[in-house]
Nanobody, 114 residues
Framework: QLQLVESGGGLVQAGGSLRLSCAAS????????MGWYRQAPGKQRELVAR???????TYADSVKGRFTISRDNAKNTVYLQMNSLKHEDTAVYYC????????WGEGSQVTVSS
């Protein structure tokens, strides 16, 4: 019943921008804390950014100043605006929802090339 669907990934050149979206269903979205994680081949999944139900944000040091997480509770959607993309940002990006349970999306591929 609980479902998260990511969109907006793709191929972009270094220095470019992408905006990921995560559409949620089957939950009272406004209550949940939301997050974006990423996983590159051969590496563990890592936190990119989080936003609480109250709107407070947290970022990984590697993306701070370049990425912005936001949410639109009216649309049950969380976003990740990614600017000044680097090769090392290449990964599958996953949406996450947490309250008393933990739900993950299937992921969206982001590839940064030159």
């Amino acid at each position: 019943q609980l479902q998260l669907v990511e969109s907006g990934g793709g191929l972009v050149q270094a220095g470019g921008s992408l905006r990921l979206s995560c559409a949620a269903s089957g939950m009272i979205f406004s209550i949940y804390n939301m997050g974006w994680y990423r996983q590159a081949p051969g590496k563990q999944r890592e936190l990119v950014a989080r936003i609480t139900n109250g709107g407070s944000t947290t970022y990984a040091d590697s993306v701070k100043g370049r990425f912005t997480i936001s949410r639109d509770n009216a649309k049950n959607t969380v976003y990740l605006q990614m600017n000044s993309l680097k090769h090392e940002d290449t990964a599958v990006y996953y949406c996450n929802a947490v309250k008393n349970t933990n739900c993950w999306g299937e992921g969206s591929q982001v590839t940064v090339s030159s």
